[in-house]
């Protein structure tokens, strides 16, 4: 259920109605937007009446929630949100362009993408330090190392970092260093990691399962808001289907349906969406024409050297030319590329 | 295997070829191209042997072709295939679009879409008089009515039909009123239908299974090129997943892929693609942005009173709407509506 109050409702009115809230035994979440104050009411609402709400003082209406996530839903907060990655703005008018290895492999590599991607127009720098690898044989990622080197590719250029984390025994060192904490497709449904998630205050890019419905992965996003972290954006990256001769199908539908359903911000990784180098750019475009907020895209200095996801890295020649054409799509839609 | 001529290789060493492939018991293929003259070669059961070619005049080289697909392989042929639809081009620079209803119900009905989608700048008109309906309840279409009316519809507006052919027996006749023939999803691997388009005159629009694979569907496609009719055009319109909240799940993966594996021209259904009206716009805009060479896209006078898709249907007024945006992005990748 949600309680939105009358654009001139005082304090006071709106604390009476928290406090309403929490004599219920139910949980208050204030949401607050331009254009109107509301109290999302999270907890077992069935045997709550809206109307004793509705007639509270300063409430211009109270009504429950029809779908099972609420403080993501769309129903609840219409503007959307703008999520503020220490300075660079995600969800708003421009298109967020987050770029770079799969993995953090050396200083060199990583300063030289970090550089390239930079002069290319990116404003997010990505690379893995702890990788789920398919096989435990495969490289694991720098770790603690890898997210050192993060750290001083920012110093160097400017770049904020997006960088994952897989457990949460790392959430506080991830956090210590990385401006957005990514959420792997292989965890996002691992409800301990989102919980703690909950507690960071850095915004969080949470990727779709591999077989992850919409409203499972919308659902993931509640547990994290639900915890106590707003700064939640989602990113599709391809779900898997019968078709062998792609890596994933990247599932555009999902943008104009989760644009309609949620208020978050949405990205869209062609790079794992495809899984093809030189079909990401064709699906970039598409995902920016869809609706969505960003793009987040594998490039390095030598793909074919690459310690993971070679095949779908770009060379910086290439990522040039997909921002080119990118560019092209978000002017015509009139969205600038950030 | 595909024989490639030389640019100065004379009709006679060109027949000598084709002459050579029949006396092996083979079929030869020819494959019209703006740069070279190739023969394609179908029929073996193993590789070819390439010396077999490579030593007679005028050839410049024998190639074997990866692919299990072959005439419709780009491979075989690089230029991209531009398909003539009375009169208008699928496959070039501009990107076509096709509109209409799903069903063909009334004469006022097709009229009413037919001018209403030309006004908003369709240059083809689909709806369907044979329906493949899930349910064996539900409205089967006009049949022969329908295609009657779909013809004084194009007598009326100027604009191609495109209707759906569902079996061997009706083919002839959806052929004599359809500018461009449609083979719906559920008949994709239907390899009797698929060998019998290859003998008429009229372009074919082979829309993918739900559940087939890219190298599935191409095969699809070659039964009807290897039967004969080279003027087959894919449409992408969604596939099955695990996903509910859309009707299908639209694999815009599948034209980049496409058009790097084949020369044939891409139309994509965003329709069926989601399912739900709000949405299409959206869809048309990002295959328009994946590089599609046509859409097609369901438009029904009054959606709501629509007797099949009428959830999935757009309006005239936003099927405007949705021009509107296509254009946007078509101006932004080069290509002119």
């Excluded at chain 2, 309006?315 to 290509?335: H, K, Y």
Aim: with cysteine; net charge neutral; glycine share 10%.
């Amino acid at each position: 259920m949600f309680v939105a109050m009358k654009p001139h409702a005082t304090e006071a009115e709106f604390e009476a109605v928290i406090d309403k809230v929490r004599a219920l035994g139910l949980t208050p979440h204030p949401i607050s937007g331009t254009e109107r104050r509301v109290v999302a009411v999270v907890g077992n609402t069935g045997a709550v009446d809206p109307d004793d709400f509705a007639m509270l003082p300063g409430v211009a209406e109270a009504l429950r929630v029809s779908q099972p996530f609420k403080l993501v839903n769309r129903e609840v907060k219409e503007e959307d949100t703008v999520l503020d990655v220490d300075g660079v703005e995600i969800g708003g008018r421009a298109i967020a362009v987050m770029a770079g290895p799969c993995s953090v492999e050396s200083r060199e590599q990583i300063l030289e993408t970090a550089r390239a991607v930079k002069m290319a127009g990116a404003s997010i720098l990505r690379g893995g330090a702890w990788k789920p690898r398919t096989s435990p044989y495969e490289f694991q990622g720098l770790r603690e190392e890898g997210l050192k080197l993060l750290a001083e590719a920012r110093e160097a250029t400017g770049l904020k970092v997006v960088t994952e984390v897989m457990s949460t025994d790392t959430v506080d060192l991830v956090a210590e260093y990385a401006d957005i904490l990514q959420v792997g497709a292989r965890n996002m449904q691992n409800y301990p990691l989102l919980e703690r998630l909950g507690q960071v205050r850095k915004p969080v890019m949470l990727k779709r399962a591999l077989s992850g419905t919409i409203k499972e992965w919308l659902m993931a996003a509640e547990y994290i808001v639900a915890k106590g972290n707003p700064q939640v954006m989602l990113c599709e990256r391809g779900i898997r289907t019968f078709e062998t001769a792609t890596r994933n199908t990247l599932d555009i539908n999902a943008i104009p349906v989760l644009k309609t359903l949620t208020h978050l911000p949405v990205i869209v990784d062609p790079s794992h969406g495809i899984g093809i180098r030189k079909h990401v750019g064709a699906i970039a475009r598409a995902g920016i024409a869809a609706g969505a907020d960003g793009i987040m895209v594998e490039v390095h200095p030598r793909p074919e050297k690459a310690l993971s996801d070679g095949h779908q890295s770009l060379s910086i020649p290439e990522f040039d030319e997909l921002m080119r054409e990118v560019r092209v799509i978000a002017l015509a839609i009139e969205r600038p590329v950030l | 295997m595909l024989v490639v001529m030389k640019p100065t290789a004379t009709d006679a060493q060109v027949d000598a070829v084709v002459e050579k492939i029949r006396s092996l018991g083979l079929m030869p293929h020819a494959i019209p191209g703006a740069q070279r003259t190739a023969i394609g070669i179908t029929g073996n059961k193993g590789g070819l042997d390439p010396a077999l070619f490579e030593g007679m005049p005028g050839v410049r080289e024998a190639i074997r072709v990866s692919q299990p697909f072959k005439l419709v392989s780009r491979e075989v042929k690089e230029e991209d295939t531009v398909v003539d639809v009375a009169g208008v081009q699928l496959g070039g620079k501009r990107l076509v679009v096709i509109a209409g209803p799903c069903s063909v119900e009334s004469r006022e009905q097709i009229l009413e879409a037919a001018r209403e989608v030309k006004a908003a700048g369709a240059t083809l008109l689909r709806g369907g008089a044979y329906k493949p309906r899930t349910s064996p309840y539900e409205f089967q279409g006009l049949a022969e009515e329908g295609l009657k009316l779909l013809a004084l519809a194009r007598e009326e507006t100027g604009l191609g039909v495109v209707t759906e052919a569902m079996d061997v027996e009706n083919l002839a006749m959806v052929a004599d009123y359809a500018d461009l023939v449609q083979i719906g999803a559920r008949n994709m691997q239907n390899f009797s239908l698929l060998k019998q388009l290859g003998k008429i005159g009229k372009p074919v629009l082979l829309k993918r299974g739900a559940s087939a694979t890219i190298r599935e569907w191409l095969m699809a496609a070659e039964y009807v090129v290897a039967h004969g009719n080279p003027r087959v055009a894919l449409c992408e319109r969604g596939i099955r997943t695990f996903e509910t909240a859309t009707r299908n799940t639209l694999d815009l993966n599948a034209v980049p892929v496409l058009k790097s594996l084949t020369h044939l021209p891409v139309v994509v259904d965003p329709s069926h693609g989601i399912g739900l009206r709000a949405h299409v716009p959206a869809m048309a805009r990002a295959a328009v942005g994946a590089g599609a060479d046509g859409l097609i896209v369901e438009v029904h006078p009054c959606p709501e009173k629509a007797l099949s898709d009428g959830q999935q249907s757009l309006t005239p007024g936003e099927f405007a709407g949705l021009m509107a945006q296509v254009r946007v992005i078509a101006g932004a990748v080069g290509r002119p509506v």
